[in-house]
DNA sequence: TATGAATGAGTTTTCATTCAT
DNA sequence: TATGAATGAAAACTCATTCAT
């Protein structure tokens, strides 16, 4: 994320503006921190505003309210997600590569942001307004990535073909998304990304034909 | 569940209890709906009070905070499935048949319990502070108990003996889990139940030995 | 206004509700009393709740918010004025005796309340929003009043026939307005009530000589 | 603005003046329309220079502050009102005519300036700080002039004698005053100057028959 | 036990004003 | 002069909790 600037929603593009960027990116992380820390309802927006270095005010200059900051962490993230992980999905030839550089991608960034890995495994899901909305739109497309590779090994014959690509895709993200919620709450630390090939191979026997 | 009084934690003795106890659950299932309904921040106690037909003073009769009335849900619902999860499995011999029924459980207690499948999906989640103590307490005897019928698999042979059996159980956790969540958020009102079969199809390739 | 309480919207029934008026009422004066003081947009609700003596969300138990108060100050003193005046209309014969207690009543009720004078000189009119919901309600019914009795001293014949009754309304309630204006800013303490002979005596005779 | 008061009602002599006065009265009639529009506590400064076409910050190099443009679109109008009044004033012979005049431009004034009307009518009354301070500089002045015509009327035979001038310049600007917050808040756009006549009739005749 | 009126702490948000550029 | 991003004080309102009855 450090080094993707780029990814996020609005590009800036004079000096003035990549301070303006600047700013906003910075009350983002501070949010993602405080939510982390004390759980949305819980946090304050002017700990957030603090924590940002600015004032509270400034918070409403760059965000429409404090909900909107939450789900601004959520667009960021998931967006700069979906972007680099169908860039890497291209690089990857065999399905079963493509779900292994996937899961890697997915739990790398949590290892390398844990106030975002908090906020999506804890905080977002606090509503089911929210929730719909989540599954409508990036979850849907993260679903969809999962299924298509899938759906390719389906074709080129090393899963098994009878299975409905769909449930499976929900299969393997319910799998991954209990490692990482797993892993947030755990305060032993562990590796996330560690755990990539024990599933996978767990997957893997189920999913591929016998004689793939 | 109106009729299994006595699997809520405290059993009430005098007639005089047991008009408690029956306003003490008026209360928790009146907090269920309210909460699901609006998420539990957004949750006054006073719509709990009037959902269940008594006055806001008498919630604190039975319940030391609102925070409380979350717990006790959680704690109501999860002794109870433990109990019966527990009784059930005795009864079933085969590992895989044993799995089969335990999630079979689950899923119908979430289908006859709207109201508490939403809060146990959601609600519940919406702070490190619960998931933690959730995790160290009755996931952890919920993936005992997969844990120890997957062992079981493995010595009668059943199950690939190399795998993690903690690991397995989690992975099995995970993908309940997020069948359930889906069906939560889902308005197509699918068959919650009739996930079982698919998905342990495809876990028990993954797990079995291929000669089993 | 002190001795009619039941001339307010809601009447008290039983001894409990007694109280719950005695403090709805008395949050409205403390309203008044605030308002007249510091305006209505400098008053603070927490000032309002403090002179009522009562707690700050008190004041919500019984309005919906600071504009309510506003509002239910005018409809409170504005019912209890046309009530009165209407059963003191039916009381005198002559036209003329009749405007005359009419203004006196006016004028009577400021000085009795000055705090509601000045919130219905001055407070009332800060939005068009409120203005014009005050012209088409107790206002048109106050300029009824002043119309009706116009015309009957036209049907007599002590009026002239030729007059719009209706700008003789307005006109006489512009004059009216005029004097609680000027009494409620002067710090002088002069008599409103002492307005009404000389008003009148312009009013009823003109300002020119008979024979101009 | 403290010491730069003429700045606003005269004419800018260098270009560099024009420019600077030319800003100064765009940012009042912008103040103007926008208070009327919104009422002055809901206007926002922001939005006074938005329309005024200038940078929030501009607005501070004209005027001390929010208040401040309030007090100066009231001084604007009410000088120039006042120096054409008087002039005016002098070109008439007949008391009559003088008070026809008066009203007359009174009234054509708030017909070409709605805006000014709204702000005159409605939003100077917000508060007792103001209307004591208007009342003891400008409508004291205005009521001079007033008086001033009705004592001469005295003299010259036309208006009674023995009626105090000062309580009949108060009740003609009562009336007047009425009309004008009658028309701003009526939607009908009825004609303001058309009430002068009928206004005047009753006010120089009286509603009585000289008979009755 | 049951009630529900009263409490008052606590937080988001707005917006007049400033000041570095 | 002109800008407009940043500031931060201030207040309405909510609602969990209490307690006198």
Redesign the pocket.
């Known amino acids: 994320m450090e080094n993707k600037p780029k990814e996020v929603a609005r590009r800036p593009e004079t000096a003035e503006e990549k301070?303006?960027y600047g700013?906003s990116e910075a009350i983002l992380r501070a949010a993602a921190k405080v939510f982390a820390r004390s759980g949305y309802f819980n946090?304050?927006?002017?700990e957030v505003a603090k924590t940002a270095g600015?004032?509270?005010?400034?918070v409403?200059?760059y965000f429409k309210?404090?909900d909107d900051l939450l789900t601004s962490i959520f667009n960021w993230a998931m967006e700069e997600f979906i972007a680099s992980a169908r860039k890497e999905m291209a690089e990857a030839a065999d399905p079963r590569e493509k779900l292994r550089r996937f899961a890697q991608l997915h739990f790398k960034l949590f290892e390398r942001e844990r106030d975002i890995a908090i906020v999506f495994q804890i905080e977002l899901r606090h509503s089911t307004k929210f929730m719909e909305q989540f599954s409508t739109t990036y979850l849907a497309e993260y679903l969809e990535i999962l299924r298509d590779i899938i759906e390719e090994g389906q074709l080129t014959g090393i899963f098994r073909k009878q299975l409905n690509s769909k449930v499976v895709a929900k299969f393997l993200f319910g799998v991954m998304d209990e490692m990482a919620t797993n892993w947030v709450l755990s305060h032993k630390n562990h590796s996330l990304t560690a755990m990539v090939e024990p599933v996978l191979d767990i997957f893997f026997n189920g999913v591929m034909e016998s004689n793939a």
């Not at 946090?43 to 002017?46: E, F, I, Q, T």
């Not at 600015?54 to 400034?58: E, I, S």
């Open positions: 301070m303006r700013k946090a304050k927006v002017s600015v004032a509270d005010g400034t409403y200059l309210n404090k």
